[in-house]
């Protein structure tokens, strides 16, 4: 079932706008992986208002404006010049002793080092260690090609030809393992199992699959030229395909038995909300009247995926908010404008994460949903990406967030209202069948005792 330097933010808009990335990431050691996003604080005000007459308002100015700023910059952590802000470049950990001593390893390294080292790779080994120091797990650099991987895996999306890739462990050759519907590989033919053999004129026999993906993927609208070998029919075949934005589905749904939907959710992507409505709305049509929300092993997305959800679900109010080390506080609300009556049970497990807690703990908190699995991973801080000047990227953790009633679940998880280790006792080599998935069954359960 299934251009000028600025920071950026990738929100649930295709195009890229001149805010910061906020994400919520649990590290690939924990099995799971979590990219939220958060808008900074667009208008961070003025230090002196109004107009400035004459000389001793001037004066004022001069003994004022420099304190203010001093404040301000320490505060924020941000540089004020000419009425603007800009990264505050600090100098105090480039002491004399410090580039010294990189001077002498790096004298060290090319002297007696048995192969010549590249003096690039060791610049991009000062960038990772200087954000390592931290001791933050969730916090790291991304060089240029590691951050465009990660804006297409916190979105969903991507400029490409549709296909899935994987890699025979024998001859190491990559084919297709799956085509998404309607894209520009299934309008141009291209099978399951077709082998990769050239793009635009490229070589790709035995290449890495991270190198063969970068080949297919591109802006929307431009052509790529494939050539693969069918094994069924012992031939090669060439097309041309124009690329295009591709969405990787996050949403499944469908009738259960009776009155009752099914929604899982995958991910929290850019059009997860978006497909989350189009389900509801099908799911109604055909005489839903109870929702089984399906979030076991969804570890994370997009915060403004999850929020336009609970939006979507909920009466007015918060649903999660966030604060920074200086206290700030930044609200995430639902309108009230649709408020969903239907009776909702969610489903969830240890690998359910980060914007997936946010989901659970504001239906727990609002107390329309009853949550059914076991403990829930325990990730509620916030990690902001903040691109640089040569387009790579430092990622930090920033604030911490919180569910409707105050909760930090930092490391501690939400804990389920029915406690209930999955299994399932169909074979599992057919066809997923829900009526042998246990918690499943113990949410049809739920709902039928309570329509009692």
């Given at each position: ?13 295709d ?8 994400e919520?990431k ?9 990219i ?14 109004g ?18 700023v ?16 800009s ?18 390893l790096?004298?060290y ?9 590249d ?49 025979d462990?024998?001859t ?19 099978e399951?199992?077709?082998i ?21 993927r591109?802006?929307?609208g ?7 070998y ?7 075949v060439?097309?041309d395909m ?5 969405d ?7 009738m259960?038995?009776d009155?009752?939907?099914y ?6 992507g850019s ?10 709305d ?28 609970l ?5 007015e109010?918060?649903v999660?908010?966030t ?5 700030n506080?930044?609200?995430?609300t639902?309108?009230?404008d649709?408020f969903?009556?239907c009776?909702?049970?969610v489903?969830?497990?240890?690998y ?14 609002y ?9 829930t ?8 990406i ?41 074979d599992?080599d ?15 359960e ?5 329509s009692?």
């Amino acid at each position: 079932m299934n251009e000028e330097k600025n920071t950026e933010e990738f929100d649930t808009e295709d195009k890229i706008t001149e805010e910061p990335i906020t994400e919520d990431k649990v590290t690939e050691d924990k099995s799971t992986e979590d990219i939220v996003y958060e808008e900074r604080k667009k208008n961070k005000g003025s230090f002196i208002n109004g107009v400035l007459v004459g000389i001793v308002c001037c004066g004022l100015v001069l003994t004022l404006v420099k304190p203010i700023v001093n404040y301000v910059e320490k505060k924020t952590g941000m540089q004020i010049a000419n009425g603007q802000s800009s990264v505050l470049y600090t100098t105090e950990l480039l002491d004399d002793e410090t580039i010294t001593k990189i001077g002498e390893l790096s004298g060290y390294i090319d002297m007696y080092y048995y192969e010549d080292v590249d003096d690039a790779d060791l610049k991009e080994g000062l960038y990772e260690g200087l954000v390592a120091g931290i001791g933050d797990d969730y916090s790291g650099y991304y060089d240029e090609e590691a951050y465009a991987n990660l804006q297409v895996s916190t979105k969903k999306v991507y400029g490409g030809i549709g296909a899935g890739i994987s890699t025979d462990k024998e001859t190491e050759l990559e084919s297709i393992s799956f085509i998404y519907e309607g894209s520009p590989a299934e309008a141009a033919g291209l099978e399951v199992g077709d082998i990769f053999a050239e793009v635009d004129g490229t070589d790709v026999t035995g290449m890495e699959s991270s190198e063969l993906v970068k080949l297919l993927r591109g802006d929307e609208g431009t052509t790529v030229h494939v050539k693969v070998y069918r094994e069924s029919e012992g031939t090669y075949v060439e097309v041309d395909m124009v690329r295009a934005v591709i969405d990787i589905p996050t949403v499944y749904s469908e009738m259960l038995v009776d009155d009752i939907g099914y929604i899982q959710i995958s991910d929290f992507g850019s059009a997860t909300a978006e497909s989350f409505k189009e389900a509801v709305d099908e799911l109604n049509a055909s005489g839903m009247q109870k929702m089984i929300i399906d979030i076991r092993g969804n570890t994370g997305g997009l915060v403004s995926a999850a929020t336009e959800i609970l939006d979507y679900i909920l009466p007015e109010g918060v649903v999660v908010y966030t604060e920074d080390k200086y206290g700030n506080r930044k609200d995430y609300t639902s309108s009230g404008d649709t408020f969903m009556m239907c009776d909702i049970c969610v489903l969830m497990n240890s690998y359910s994460a980060s914007a997936s807690e946010i989901l659970a703990g504001a239906l727990r908190d609002y107390n329309v949903a009853t949550l059914i699995g076991t403990t829930t991973f325990g990730k509620g801080i916030v990690q902001t990406i903040y691109p640089l000047s040569d387009n790579d990227a430092i990622k930090l953790t920033t604030a911490t967030y919180y569910t409707p009633n105050g909760d930090c679940i930092h490391g501690k998880g939400i804990d389920p209202d029915i406690e209930l280790e999955y299994e399932y006792s169909g074979d599992t080599d057919a066809d997923f069948d829900y009526t042998k998935d246990n918690q499943i069954m113990k949410a049809i359960e739920v709902f039928e005792s309570e329509s009692e």
